[in-house]
């Protein structure tokens, strides 16, 4: 739909229009008010170029288009029956909980091996460690690749699925040769669409699962659904959207909490979201606030840092970790709101 900024445009601006659409294979029905008229794009209106064009011209204001930009992630599409499943839980029917440490110490494997037990015991489905770490600061700890086995042990003691962030080729590889169930892109990352490419490569024809965290910036929706179409776009659709808070954060919480996204999401695409409350607040205080709230905003899940010691953790641990006393507390009221919405609310409006 072509908004103009005038209330009609002249033949020769209808003219111009015309010859733009008509080259995208499209053509353009004006819609008459009574004061101003509007001008349709009939046709496919997903052509970025053409939007650009048209965009480009003096006397238009905007384009707005109805179609999807994510023909694959939309609620619409062929895909929405698809149902993602992680460690025995059907995502949507179940109430999904990852938990871990938020960086692995390679010095010290038996305190994850601690917290990997731990933390199954409390009720979780899959354990989260970052092997490899995003840093804001070039000299903190980067993480340690010898940390991939640690966390392949953790999988193989604990019988659960494991998560780890990884940030370019060679940690994708390594993660999928070491047989990582569940790829984590973070929020640095989210919108890195070569390594989404690859990703969505690697793991075509696997069972493998993506958590793709949000993008640290609070850009719009359909970008964050349109990075997990990149994914997608080559075979694999066990994408998992997880909203992680935004940048600027909120005076006292590390970023601004955006699990109310959530009801949103859902109107738009069938992909399952996990929220990660850990990040959004950044204080292991308000953790089970956060994860609470994002149940009860529809989540299919959380993704929780969590340690035995979370005073001796690496990275985020001392700061927001939760001790697995409080994640088995924190899983037990979870639980209780996701059963109480599903009795009582329809999946996608909270009303
Ligand atoms: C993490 O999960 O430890 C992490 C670095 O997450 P994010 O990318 O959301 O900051
Ligand atoms: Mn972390």
Redesign the pocket.
């Known amino acids: 739909m072509i908004l103009p900024k005038n209330n009609r445009l002249s033949a020769e601006q209808v003219a111009e229009l015309t010859a733009v659409v008509c080259e995208f294979g499209c053509r353009i029905q004006p819609i008459v008010g009574d004061v101003r008229t509007i001008y349709a794009i009939v046709g496919d209106e997903r052509h970025d170029l053409m939007i650009s064009r048209l965009e480009g011209l003096p006397y238009v204001d905007r384009v707005d288009t109805i179609q999807s930009p994510h023909k694959l992630m939309d609620i619409k599409s062929d895909l929405a029956n698809h149902r993602v499943r992680v460690g025995g839980v059907t995502l949507g029917d179940e109430l999904l909980i990852m938990a871990g440490h938020?960086?692995l110490d390679p010095k010290n494997p038996n305190r994850f091996y601690e917290t990997a037990a731990a933390v199954k015991e409390a009720g979780a489905h899959a354990i989260?460690g970052?092997v490899w770490?995003?840093r804001t600061n070039p000299y903190a700890f980067q993480g340690d690749h010898r940390s991939l086995d640690i966390l392949m042990e953790a999988s193989r003691r604990t019988g659960l699925p494991v998560d780890t962030?990884v940030m370019d080729e060679e940690q994708l590889r390594m993660a999928l040769d070491a047989g990582v169930h569940i790829l984590?892109?973070?929020?640095?990352?989210?919108l890195n669409y070569s390594l989404l490419r690859q990703v969505g490569k690697a793991i075509a024809g696997r069972d493998t699962v993506v958590l793709l965290?949000?993008s640290?910036h609070s850009g719009p929706l359909n970008e964050f659904i349109s990075a997990a179409e990149y994914i997608v776009n080559f075979g694999n659709p066990n994408v998992i959207l997880?909203p992680?808070?935004t940048q600027p954060g909120l005076d006292g919480y590390r970023n601004h909490p955006d699990e109310s996204i959530t009801p949103l999401l859902k109107e738009r695409t069938w992909a399952p979201v996990v929220v990660?409350p850990?990040?959004s607040v950044g204080k292991a205080a308000y953790v089970t606030a956060c994860s609470l709230a994002a149940v009860a905003y529809g989540a299919d899940g959380l993704?929780i840092?969590a340690n035995v010691e979370p005073a001796k953790g690496l990275?985020?641990d001392p700061k927001q970790a939760v001790t697995p006393a409080a994640l088995a507390g924190l899983i037990k009221q979870a639980k209780a709101i996701h059963a109480l919405r599903r009795s009582t609310l329809s999946p996608v409006t909270a009303s």
Not at 184 to 190: H, K, L, S
């Open positions: 938020c960086t989260r970052g770490k995003p962030e984590q892109i973070g929020a640095r990352n989210a965290k949000r640290i997880c992680r808070g990660d850990s990040h993704c840092e990275g985020d």
